[in-house]
């Protein structure tokens, strides 16, 4: 039988709370009553992802220009990374979600309407609601001591056996896959993938598993195209130090790579992409950039009929990322670099805007 609450457990909990650009606060806030079809968790560990970061400095993605609405509703918890256990269940939470109080838990990065054109199409990660955890009213994100599951979150089983950091990388691991199904890569490609974040390594690790002849890393930092290495690429290339675009057309005889995947945020890594395909490739996007790009769109079309996908989320990814993980197939190692309490947040995500030595910061509440 369903509980509404499960024993022991507290009335308020500590949670970080987003009122504004630059304004994010340690608050103490009740925990949350778990309504019907609702799940409470508490909150193992939650990553802060570089889009947490691009909203807390302002980005117009976020909070609306010109072109497009404001996107967050403050005052609203972040976090959308995150493996948390079950400690109570709405009335019916346990039919609708298979899960039991005491089982680890991860629900996938958006809470789908089930309803709109998309959701009924099963393209429930183009949701037209669009509610990630971690910025909307409705989904609250994880870097609390305790979140709730909406009564529409899709929500998977976590094996015990994976690590805390293996559990908390489910979520950009999911993104990194749908980004590398989306390249449609094949046996003898060469394939470059710019950024080794977070992303960036998990696509590298993902490609890994698709085989490519060659696969190329680029980052502007060397100690993570060391752990992207690790993770299985055969080349890596340090955008300080040398021509990225140069570099693959000598690595391809001067006819450039064929596939292109852009995870570093950045617009220049656009155009560096458009001159090192070669004429038919493939361009994936799939960053939150920080700023607006421009480019000569002949190159897309007259100059190389270039394939251009935009890659969103990790829909139909989180089942498979799972068992890869608990298979050992997926490397994650050195991937998570850092992890923080609750109180030390403004710090973790100061470690994620300027990079350095981090790659991957945990919360911890």
């Not at 691009?54 to 005052?75: I, M, N, T």
């Not at 300080?240 to 852009?262: A, F, H, K, M, R």
């Not at 990322?321 to 997926?330: K, S, T």
Request: hydrophobic share 40%; charged share 20%.
């Amino acid at each position: 039988m369903s509980t509404c609450k499960g024993p022991g457990l507290p009335k308020t909990m500590r949670a970080v709370r987003c009122h504004g650009p630059a304004d994010y606060r340690l608050e103490e806030v009740p925990v949350p009553v778990p309504g019907r079809l609702e799940t409470l968790v508490r909150v193992e560990a939650c990553g802060v992802c570089a889009s947490d970061v691009k909203c807390f400095s302002g980005a117009p993605l976020f909070w609306g220009d010109a072109h497009r609405p404001q996107y967050v509703e403050p005052p609203v918890i972040p976090g959308h990374e995150f493996v948390g256990r079950v400690v109570a269940l709405g009335p019916g939470a346990s039919e609708a979600t298979g899960t039991a109080v005491g089982d680890r838990v991860i629900s996938e990065q958006i809470v789908p309407c089930r309803r709109c054109r998309a959701c009924l199409a099963g393209r429930y990660h183009l949701c037209a609601q669009n509610h990630v955890y971690g910025f909307r009213q409705a989904s609250q994100g994880a870097m609390a001591e305790y979140m709730v599951f909406p009564p529409t979150a899709i929500v998977h089983r976590v094996p015990e056996e994976l690590t805390v950091e293996q559990a908390a990388l489910i979520e950009p691991l999911a993104c990194s896959m749908h980004a590398v199904e989306r390249s449609q890569m094949a046996l003898g490609d060469v394939v470059v993938i710019a950024g080794a974040g977070t992303l960036g390594l998990g696509m590298v690790a993902a490609a890994r598993l698709r085989t490519p002849a060659t696969l190329v890393a680029v980052d502007r930092f060397e100690h993570r195209l060391a752990v992207a290495r690790k993770l299985g690429a055969d080349a890596t290339i340090c955008v300080e130090t040398s021509d990225p675009v140069g570099e693959v057309l000598d690595l391809t005889d001067g006819y450039g790579c064929d596939v292109y995947i852009e995870a570093t945020g950045h617009p220049d890594a656009v155009n560096q992409g458009l001159r090192m395909l070669r004429k038919g490739g493939t361009f994936v996007e799939f960053s939150v950039m920080a700023g607006d790009t421009s480019t000569d769109w002949t190159v897309i079309g007259d100059a190389k009929e270039l394939t251009i996908y935009g890659a969103h989320l990790g829909p139909w990814c989180y089942p498979k990322v799972i068992a890869y993980l608990r298979r050992g197939m997926l490397v994650t190692d050195g991937v998570v670099t850092h992890r923080m309490a609750l109180d030390r947040f403004r710090e973790a995500f100061d470690l994620v805007h300027h990079g350095g030595t981090a790659i991957k910061v945990l919360l911890i509440p």
